[in-house]
């Protein structure tokens, strides 16, 4: 028998301390190469172009990851991201069927292919990107376009 408890294991102080990914990085790393082409990107998996950075990856209510439905019953399993640059934006801003309450909703479609890529959500203080997982890829920046 275990005696994990969620209220004691969600309080930070009583986690086991894991070696952080900042400690672990060569004393270098503040002078960023944007030239470095084994830089992890996220590119659109239709036609390669870059659309966001891992780095970018953010929460929406808690969470990186939802699966949603659309109005049709189509699921789309979805990240959220702070920023996708390779987006193009489309349509009208909407707040109807929203997922996120609080938030307006635009269609984002890749910039270069115009597949549809996911969302763009907005609220009074706050915008990030939803984008459908399955439809992106994550590799080094010379994979990418
Ligand atoms: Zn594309």
């Known amino acids: 028998m275990t005696t994990w408890t969620p209220a004691t294991c969600l309080?930070?102080?009583t986690l086991p301390r894991e070696p952080s990914a900042e400690?672990?990085?060569?004393a270098s790393a503040p002078h960023s190469r944007p030239k470095d082409k084994s830089r992890p990107v996220v590119f659109c998996?239709?036609?390669?172009?870059?659309?966001?950075?891992?780095?970018?990856?953010?929460?929406?209510?808690?969470s990186f990851r939802h699966t949603f439905f659309n109005p049709h019953g189509v699921l789309f399993e979805i990240g959220c991201f702070?920023?996708?640059d390779g987006c193009r934006l489309?349509?009208?801003?909407?707040?109807?069927?929203?997922?996120?309450?609080?938030?307006?909703?635009?269609?984002?479609l890749c910039a270069?292919?115009?597949?549809?890529?996911?969302?763009?959500?907005?609220?009074?203080d706050a915008t990030f990107f939803a984008?459908?997982?399955?439809r992106l890829q994550?590799?080094?920046a010379d994979t990418a376009e």
């Open 11 to 13: 309080r930070p102080g």
């Open 23 to 26: 400690s672990s990085r060569p």
């Open 45 to 62: 998996r239709t036609c390669r172009h870059t659309i966001t950075l891992p780095e970018h990856r953010t929460t929406a209510s808690g």
């Open 82 to 84: 702070s920023a996708a």
């Open 90 to 108: 489309y349509g009208t801003e909407t707040t109807e069927f929203t997922w996120f309450a609080g938030f307006a909703w635009q269609v984002a």
């Open 112 to 124: 270069r292919c115009a597949i549809h890529l996911g969302w763009r959500f907005r609220s009074a």
């Open 131 to 134: 984008l459908i997982l399955d």
């Open 138 to 140: 994550e590799g080094p």
